[in-house]
């Protein structure tokens, strides 16, 4: 599993509905309204690096009242949620 965090800068009157919109996207698992500089933030998770190519770029930039995307892929987990996860499929050890 691949994640990426995006940040996302929308048409401050277009809010509900870019969330909205990138909440359906296949690939995004969560999207939060935050503060400070970006207005949300879009949880991708997916099975390739190769797929965030078609889930960011390809698609979730072009929802209409996205502004700028700034895009972050995670490489380590750290969450107790995902260790959970793992163990209970039967990984050994998460390296």
Same mark, same amino acid.
């Given at each position: 599993?691949?994640?990426?965090?995006?940040?996302?800068?929308?048409?401050?009157?277009?809010?509900?509905?870019?969330?909205?919109?990138?909440?359906?996207?296949?690939?995004?698992?969560? /999207?939060?309204? &935050?503060?400070?500089?970006?207005?949300?933030? !879009?949880?991708?998770?997916? +099975?390739?690096?190769?797929?965030? %190519?078609?889930?960011?770029?390809?698609?979730?930039?072009? /929802?209409?009242? &996205?502004?700028?995307?700034?895009?972050?892929? !995670?490489?380590?987990?750290? +969450?107790?949620?995902?260790?959970? %996860?793992?163990?209970?499929?039967?990984?050994?050890?998460?390296?």
């Amino acid at each position: 599993m691949v994640t990426a965090i995006v940040h996302i800068k929308a048409d401050v009157a277009r809010i509900p509905e870019v969330a909205e919109a990138v909440a359906d996207i296949d690939g995004v698992s969560e /999207v939060y309204s &935050i503060t400070g500089e970006y207005d949300l933030l !879009a949880m991708v998770r997916v +099975s390739s690096y190769e797929r965030i %190519a078609d889930v960011v770029p390809r698609t979730l930039n072009k /929802v209409p009242g &996205i502004l700028h995307t700034e895009t972050h892929v !995670a490489f380590r987990t750290y +969450s107790k949620h995902d260790l959970d %996860a793992a163990f209970s499929i039967g990984l050994a050890d998460a390296d």
